[in-house]
T-cell receptor, first 110, second 113 residues
Framework: NAGVTQTPKFQVLKTGQSMTLQCAQD?????MSWYRQDPGMGLRLIHY???????DQGEVPNGYNVSRSTTEDFPLRLLSAAPSQTSVYFC?????????FGSGTRLTVV | GNSVTQMEGPVTLSEEAFLTINCTYT??????LFWYVQYPGEGLQLLLK?????DKGSNKGFEATYRKETTSFHLEKGSVQVSDSAVYFC????????????FGEGTQLTVNP
């Protein structure tokens, strides 16, 4: 099925560990983005990309890195996990203001 | 900058009750407005949208009208069902924000049989 695929669905990290959240889409959308969802705060934009090789910061980029080597993939890297990064992370792709969201990664940092 | 404010939740209703979830916005330019729904354990799905003033978006019995004069986009449904229990997000994007979506805080709706 066409859409946005995120892996893993769940992850527990220790403070200071690093990891990569994977995101892939098969709709050939140029625009992709990462959001984090926290209770009472809606979704906040972390990083986004308007095409392969182009990335930019969103509202809450600190502690996260991204790269976009292909149109399909947009991984999110946590360099040194902190408890404040405990959240649910959503990847989305967009075309003509039609957004498609992945099912999310629930990350807990202990 | 852009911002979206939703009514405080959570909201609990009985089946067949009338639903209103308020949403107001601040934006530069001419925003497009959206309602997204998130069912338990899932990602966000587009529920409806409106791209210009006085447009009405509708889907699955839900409606919302883009009111430029009151900068509002309230979500309504005449008769809710248990299956409507979910979190609802109001969101906008505008030409000054590129393709970036700005979300409200989300409203948890629980419908009891």
């Amino acid at each position: 099925n066409a859409g946005v695929t995120q892996t893993p669905k769940f992850q527990v990290l220790k403070t200071g560990q690093s990891m990569t959240l994977q995101c892939a889409q098969d709709m050939n959308h140029e625009y992709m983005s990462w959001y984090r969802q926290d209770p009472g705060m809606g979704l906040r934009l972390i990083h986004y990309s308007v095409g392969a090789g182009i990335t930019d910061q969103g509202e809450v980029p600190n502690g996260y890195n991204v790269s976009r080597s292909t149109t399909e993939d947009f991984p999110l890297r946590l360099l040194s996990a902190a408890p404040s990064q405990t959240s649910v992370y959503f990847c989305a792709s967009m075309e003509n203001y039609g957004y498609t969201f992945g099912s999310g990664t629930r990350l807990t940092v202990v | 900058g852009n911002s979206v404010t939703q009514m405080e939740g959570p909201v609990t209703l009985s089946e067949e009750a009338f639903l209103t979830i308020n949403c107001t916005y601040t934006a530069t330019g001419y925003p497009s407005l959206f309602w997204y729904v998130q069912y338990p354990g899932e990602g966000l799905q587009l529920l409806l949208k409106a791209t210009k003033a006085d447009d009405k978006g509708s889907n699955k019995g839900f409606e919302a009208t883009y009111r430029k004069e009151t900068t509002s986009f309230h979500l309504e449904k005449g008769s809710v069902q248990v299956s409507d229990s979910a979190v609802y997000f109001c969101a906008l994007t505008s030409e000054t924000s590129g393709s970036r979506l700005t979300f409200g805080e989300g409203t948890q709706l629980t419908v009891n049989p």
